[in-house]
């Protein structure tokens, strides 16, 4: 499309006309507000983690307990039914070890992601976490791990109310 076009209206800016003043410049910061729904399914999550709960939902149809919970089973194109509560605890499903920050600075200490199957979820239901109180070396598929919560107060219904999974204790 843009092939076709051979020339532009206008006259083209020159970056030492611009510098000389010869443009009227306007500058501005715009304000963008907005608000943004979880949905009914994320949003009793994300209460569910204020009071130290894990909630899944389960679909009638192919029985599977969905965490985090969905509206609708995406195998079923069916709106799931009922609410589980699940165990905040689980098994690491995959793992990654990270010694390099989003700024590709170096770190000491590094950051372990980890892909956690929660117990009382089906199988592939995994939650993406961090995990620390380890040696990284230790960290292995198929490890047994718990959450760990922050304190009530500081739960606010985010994923970080969790702070990180550790291996399991209790
Ligand atoms: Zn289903």
Redesign the pocket.
């Given at each position: 499309m843009s092939s076709k076009i051979h020339s532009y209206p206008g006259t083209e800016v020159d970056l030492r006309e611009l510098q000389a003043g010869k443009f009227l410049l306007t500058s501005y910061e715009t304000v963008l507000r907005y608000s943004w729904t979880s949905g009914v399914a994320m949003s009793r999550f994300l209460d569910g983690l204020k009071e130290g709960e894990i909630w899944g939902k389960k679909?009638d149809?192919?029985e599977?307990i969905l965490v985090p919970p969905r509206a609708y089973?995406e195998?079923?194109f069916?709106p799931?039914d009922e609410w589980v509560n699940v165990k905040d605890t689980g098994t690491v499903n995959t793992f990654s070890i990270s010694y390099v920050n989003n700024d590709a600075s170096r770190r000491k200490k590094p950051i372990i992601v980890s892909v956690i199957d929660i117990d009382g979820a089906s199988s592939g239901m995994g939650m993406l976490h961090l995990m620390d109180e380890i040696d990284p070396k230790e960290v292995e598929v198929g490890m047994k791990v718990e959450a760990v919560w922050k304190p009530r107060a500081q739960r606010r219904g985010a994923i970080t109310d969790i702070r990180y999974f550790r291996p399991r204790r209790r």
């Open positions: 679909c149809k192919c599977r089973c195998e079923d069916a799931t």
